[in-house]
């Protein structure tokens, strides 16, 4: 079988999920070649980057930074381009050369590459939750219309990926769970640091306690949305769009170790789940070169010193972050997005303005309240503008409560 050669495009490379795929890359320069590298301001790590994998193009956001890369190639003897702006962003993405992009941007900045990309079949490996929590409809009506691949790059949703039938996770709006035989989609999770933490302690978290990850290492931001488990949340609404499942065909198992990366359970009983050491390049890789197998650079799993897997509910209680998001999906409409951009000011608010971790879930339920009944989504535009209503409604509430 002769191997798939892909020509990449990385939205987000100086990012944790940028770098290992990179990694992967550099193990594989007969499969993989790199046709643009985008970044924000991690000017150094960019050029290095660039030096070493020469695309064609990179890509940033402030015409300042694009100046001094492009200077800095230049003086380094790099063919390298130098683009800047969202607009640019979208065009690396849609490239005819490019087969399969990587989108690893965070936020609401790596929603437009990811659709357009989308729009026009090419393979996508997605890495970007916002894309999905903010349009999961109008996503996946654009990868169905266009052909495109999709492939999550999330360790959970990756794993549930590989045990699903392969028609499903090719084509899983062809039909429905049910119809292949799934009875449910178990995510695991860890439960982050505070799993066992005494909750009357909760207020008293500070940033540096929610950042330490146990298991993987991540950035600030998603850290602090795995610690309130928010993050597992934010994956409840993707699991949905990916596999057409209902709400109610999608639970969640807190797994401690991160060993076992998620399960499917089937209508005779059957549970196939997916292990693996935790770490990302073990589904970057697998998303580069589906449908085949090729090495990461990942360490065996050791099941010997792992020695025990644990399996518990979640505490709504402790977690009510979680409790928010199946309301939100439920709910349907923008309410997702507003939950997305909610936590996003509540988290940012933790992080930098001494707002308290017990009162993240607070502001995004106070925010949801006030503006899911006023928000449409049927198109990216509404969903952009929930997303901005729920970011000012949040800011009034810290407002309010600063000035108290």
Known sequence: MNSVHHTLTILGATGSIGVSTLDVVARHPDRFTVYALTGASQLDKLLAQCLQFRPKFAVVLDEGIADRLQGRLREAGSETQVRCGEEALVEVATAPEVTAVMAAIVGAAGMKPTLAAAQLGKRILLANKETLVLAGRLFMDAVNASGAELLPIDSEHNAIYQVLPRAHREHPYAQTLADVGVRRILLTASGGPFRTRPVETFAAITPAEAVKHPNWSMGRKISVDSASMMNKGLEVIEAR????????????????????????????????????????????????????????????????????????????????????????????????????????????????????????????????????????????DQLLYADALAREAARRWLAKRRSS
């Open 241 to 380: 769009w990916l596999f057409n499942a209902s709400v109610d065909e999608i639970s969640v198992v807190v797994h401690p170790q991160s060993i076992v990366h998620s399960m499917v359970e089937y209508a005779d009983g059957s549970v196939l789940a997916q292990l693996g050491t935790p770490d990302m390049r073990t589904p970057i890789a697998y998303g580069l070169a589906y449908p085949e197998r090729v090495e990461s650079g990942v360490r065996s799993l050791d099941l010997f010193s792992a020695g025990r897997l644990d399996f518990e509910a979640p505490d709504l209680q402790r977690f009510p972050c979680l409790r928010l998001a199946f309301e939100a999906l439920r709910a349907g409409g923008a309410a997702t997005a507003v939950l997305n951009a909610a936590n996003e000011i509540a988290v940012e608010a933790f992080l930098e303005d001494g707002l308290a971790f017990t009162r993240i879930p607070e502001l995004i339920e106070s925010v949801l309240t006030e503006c899911v009944s006023s928000c449409q989504a049927t198109n990216l």
